[in-house]
């Protein structure tokens, strides 16, 4: 269970050090992170939709919701735990209370992709209520399959 002195909030970029939530996507992604524009561009464009766990002033984890076609509906774009952190519940913590927050704010429904391999992240998502809707095959090129898993955050639609 995660220590009591870890906190989710939105992102802020007046409070928070962005260069902690882009080392963690490089550090887990390498060549394949998201570049820092896009984490300022979220910041700025869905500033109620970004989120981070945090212990003091050590950020974790992030979690980056995006608007999806369908009115009150957001896709969870990347969500990660910062390595060393990994397994300890930082990132259910994170995950729970922001798809609290967003139940708040009216969303009704969260969308991801999730390798079919990544057994942890599948096993993580169900506890929080996701379910695979549908397999998708080459989602992001060529042989990178995607399973789409999709909680409905209320029965408001």
């Known amino acids: 269970m995660p220590n009591s002195s870890l906190k989710t909030e939105r992102f ?6 962005i260069a902690q939530v882009v080392s963690i996507e490089q550090q887990l992604y390498d060549n394949l992170a ?4 896009l984490f ?8 109620s939709s970004q989120f981070i ?3 003091n002033n050590d950020i ?3 979690a980056m919701y995006a608007p999806a076609e369908k009115a009150n509906t957001l896709w969870l774009m990347s969500a990660a735990v910062k390595p ?3 397994g300890r519940g930082v990132g259910t913590k994170l995950l729970s ?6 139940d708040e704010q009216g969303v009704t429904c969260v969308l991801l992709s999730v ?3 990544n057994a942890a992240a599948i096993s993580v998502y169900e506890k929080l209520g996701f379910d695979v809707v549908r397999k998708a095959e080459n989602y992001l090129g060529l042989g990178e399959h995607r399973l789409i898993m999709q909680r409905k955050i209320t029965d408001k639609d």
């Open 34 to 37: 998201y570049p820092e524009l």
């Open 40 to 47: 300022y561009q979220a910041a700025h464009q869905w500033p």
């Open 53 to 55: 766990c945090r212990d």
């Open 84 to 86: 060393g952190c990994q």
């Open 115 to 117: 390798a079919p391999s």
């Open 12 to 17: 802020n970029l007046q409070r928070h050090a």
């Open 97 to 102: 209370d922001s798809l609290r927050s967003l």
């Open 60 to 62: 974790l984890a992030y």
